[in-house]
Structures are given as C-alpha cells and as structure tokens.
C-alpha cells in the first residue's frame, strides 16, 4: 500500500509512525514538506520524497530521494521513457543517518560532489519485519557518528 504521509492510511503499526517521524525531520533538514513524501508499506518498506531541483548532468530530469529498509537512501531522476527512477547514488552508512547527512548528500548531488555516496547500493540489513523495523526507527535518535 502507498499513500502519502498527510493522509491517514489506517496503517497502525507503529513502525509507520516512527518512519512518518524519521521523514517529517528528513523533510525539515531538506526544507521540504511532508506532502513531498509517500510510503510504501509493502515489504521492503519504503520512502519516496520529490525534491523540487534538478543535479548537474541531468538538468531536464525530475529528482527524488528514494528510502527503503534494506539499502537506506538513494538519489534517483526520473526517466524519459520508462515509469521506473533510475538511482545515480546511495548514501549508504545505516538506514537512518541523521537528517542533516541526508541533507548534505543531496547537497553534495546538487554540486556534482561525488565524495559522499556511492554508485553502487549496499544491502544494509535485511527486511525482517514491522516490529523489527520499528526497533531500528525509534533507535535512531543514538544516530552512528560516520564519515562521509
């Protein structure tokens, strides 16, 4: 199921609040708003945020952040002619980062800095259900110190 993070879904995990939290400060640190975001609840679940600009060497493709459970975030355009994103980088690290890390990465995108991400995705963890998912979202407030 996929529906966007201002519309109730009924969904009462409480993984899905704790992801809607994770996104609401994401959105903030990319001042963006929370009707950019949608969900997917499905196994993996994930994320999908519009941003409103464009990256170097792709100035006429729409862009997005896309998040999933297993492999984080990744940066990702719109295609010409398939309905499917094509990602061009993963932040990689953890699944949460803070909010400020997913904010410099796109950053980083948006000057064609290729020191931050990588081009090829990293299966971080293993989808192992709601409960499971809720445990490593409401932990991440102990946010990993990494390097870019």
Known sequence: MTASLDIPTGHPHRAI???RAYLADV????????ESCTVDHDTP????????ERF???PDRDVALLWDEVRGWSAAIEPRRTHDLVVIRYLGGTI???PEH?????TALREDDHHIGHLHPADLRTAAGLDELDT???GRNAYPHESA
């Open 96 to 98: 949460v980062p803070p």
């Open 56 to 58: 170097p060497g792709y």
């Open 27 to 34: 959105t903030t640190a990319l001042s963006v708003g929370l």
């Open 136 to 138: 490593v979202l409401r």
């Open 102 to 106: 997913v904010a410099r990465f796109v």
């Open 17 to 19: 609040i704790a992801l």
């Open 45 to 52: 679940v994930s994320a999908y945020i519009a941003l409103d």
